[in-house]
């Protein structure tokens, strides 16, 4: 891949022994250690969870601001409910920039009135 003829890179370069080779002929090296701090993204909407069970015919719809409806579906059908996945709708609508923070399941979506409804039997 080249841009404006500065070469970027040539796939199929990357052979075993050559790192080794390029620093053993280098006119200087140097070793350093750095670090990375880790990030807390927040996003300005708040993470939310709102359940609904429809006792006629034991589904459940979840509506949730998250970015993984799917894992969300998973995670609440298996492990929370412990019913099978077509009983169990994910509603996410658009969430805006969660950049990461609204992918994991939280403790929201399992004390929603939905999961409560059915322990009640209403």
Not at 9 to 17: M, S, V
Not at 32 to 58: K, L, Y
Not at 76 to 86: K, Q, R, S, T
Not at 91 to 105: E, L, N, Q, R, T
Request: glycine share 12%.
């Amino acid at each position: 891949m080249t841009a404006c003829r500065n070469l970027l890179a040539r796939l199929g370069d990357w052979r075993q022994g050559v790192v080794d080779g390029v620093f053993a002929g280098a006119r200087a090296c140097r070793e350093t250690r750095s670090g990375q701090q880790p990030a807390d993204p927040n996003a300005m909407e708040p993470r939310v969870a709102i359940g609904d069970f429809d006792t006629s015919s034991g589904d459940f719809t979840l509506y949730t601001t998250s970015q993984n409806p799917h894992v969300i579906r998973l995670l609440m059908g298996a492990f929370v409910l412990h019913i099978p996945e077509n009983k169990l709708r994910v509603v996410a609508p658009d969430v805006g920039g969660g950049f990461g923070s609204k992918i994991y399941h939280y403790a929201e979506k399992r004390s929603s009135p939905g999961p409560r409804a059915r322990c009640a039997g209403r």
